[in-house]
């Protein structure tokens, strides 16, 4: 099994990245104004330009510390380069290896676009990653993208990989007390009804 099989970091160096909208994710704007902002210490799994990052930072402020992590430094290069919104940072770095004093220390984390990155061999990885960041009723606020199959991105030719409710259940359900679900009302032009929002707890 190879742990990171696409180049992440040539995608970002050869400016070929068609999943970055420029804006952070609907479906985590539209909760953050109309559910609750996330406090504490946030950490956000290849973020990419960090557009998420901003989102979260702006919205918790000073109560709010994100940590952006990506394998690509140059996607960690260019995130670093937006005006800073809050008290949000940017890391290098591969969720599969979490840097020890990072390990158990966060309140919540946001899943975003890249669980459907990594290898699907990688997913139960994935979920253990997850849980050893959070403290002990940390939770996962994600939304997935259950099917982001079209003429371009058939099945099996991924990433993006999909996935079904019920092997997240499965999969999470390991690790974590899924406390809520919903199909979120806002997502990306083309994405509308193909993702699924969860709030997962740390068991
Ligand atoms: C499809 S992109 C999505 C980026 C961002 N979430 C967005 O929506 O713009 C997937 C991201 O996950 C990162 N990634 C893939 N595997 C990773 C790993 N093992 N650890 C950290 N980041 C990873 C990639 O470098 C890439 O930036």
């Given at each position: 099994?190879?742990?990171?099989?696409?180049?992440?970091?040539?995608?970002?160096?050869?400016?070929?990245?068609?999943?970055d909208k420029g804006l952070a994710a609907p479906a985590l704007t539209a909760f953050l104004k109309a559910k609750q902002i996330l406090y504490g210490r946030i950490l956000v799994p290849g973020c990419g330009l960090g557009h998420d990052v901003r989102e979260l930072s702006a919205a918790g402020g000073k109560d709010t510390e994100v940590i952006g992590l990506d394998l690509s430094p140059t996607a960690m290069e260019q995130a670093n380069a937006f005006t800073k919104v809050g008290r949000e940072q940017f890391v290098a770095g591969d969720y599969f290896d979490l840097p020890e004093k990072l390990l158990g220390s966060f309140d919540w984390i946001w899943e975003h676009t890249c669980f459907c990155a990594i290898d699907q061999d990688m997913r139960e990885e994935y979920v253990k990653a997850s849980a050893s960041a959070l403290k002990t009723g940390g939770k996962l606020l994600a939304v997935f993208y259950l099917n982001p199959y079209d003429e371009e991105h058939p099945p099996g030719e991924g990433p993006p990989h999909g996935c079904t409710r019920e092997e997240l259940e499965e999969r999470f359900g390991l690790y974590f007390k899924i406390t809520e679900h919903w199909q979120p009302d806002k997502s990306y032009p083309g994405r509308e009804g193909k993702e699924l929002m969860m709030i997962l707890q740390k068991k």
């Open positions: 099994m190879k742990k990171n099989p696409t180049d992440w970091e040539q995608h970002y160096q050869n400016k070929d990245t068609p999943w």
